[in-house]
């Protein structure tokens, strides 16, 4: 399903541990590490979404997690050019993604990355709150670091993070 502007709905999902360390998962056969994240179907909500792409990827269920929040628009994302399948209809030129932040309710040994017939994950870590954005592909940074700082006060009310390393990079610091 992709919509008029040629862009993808998806849901990204952010988990995150009792330390508020969020899951890192590294791409099968690739170092790549990324957030959960999955399409929409047609007949799908993105939270109904949200919860079979966590069950697909990591293999947890709804009731072992919290929904925390979400973001309260589409966060979008171009592809680079060389990933664009021009012989495909519709084109697809990036995604636009729902983000929800989720808080682990069951241990670790719960997590199951190989229940599916084609895993996303082989390997997956606890990082601390701005390492993905500093650490996924490039052209996914921009979408982290706006979900990252949209969804911060839910996991951090007392105060912010540190640093948002993108905006580092800019010059400024994060709230």
């Known amino acids: 399903m992709i919509d008029e502007d040629g862009f993808r709905p998806n849901v990204g999902i952010i988990l995150c541990n009792e330390q508020r360390r969020l899951f890192w998962g590294r791409r ?12 929409i179907k047609a007949n799908e909500t993105p939270e109904q979404a949200l919860f079979r792409e966590l069950e697909e990827e990591v293999g947890l269920q709804a009731h072992q ?11 979008r ?3 680079p050019k060389r990933f664009i399948r021009r012989h495909s209809f519709p084109v697809c030129i990036g995604q636009k993604q729902r983000w929800y932040l989720l808080r682990v309710l069951c241990q670790e040994e719960a997590f199951c990355l190989d229940g599916s017939s084609t895993p996303e994950f082989d390997h997956w870590r606890w990082v601390k709150y701005w ?4 650490e996924v592909v490039y052209f996914k940074r921009r979408v982290y670091s706006l979900a990252l700082r949209e969804l911060a006060p839910l996991l951090f009310p007392e ?3 540190r640093r948002d390393p993108a905006r580092k990079r800019q010059g400024q610091t994060s709230r």
């Open 131 to 134: 390492y993905p954005v500093r």
């Open 28 to 39: 099968v056969g690739q170092n790549a590490w990324q957030f959960p994240q999955g399409g």
């Open 65 to 75: 997690v919290e929904i925390l929040g979400g973001t309260d628009r589409w966060l």
């Open 77 to 79: 994302y171009r592809l």
């Open 159 to 161: 105060r912010p993070p």
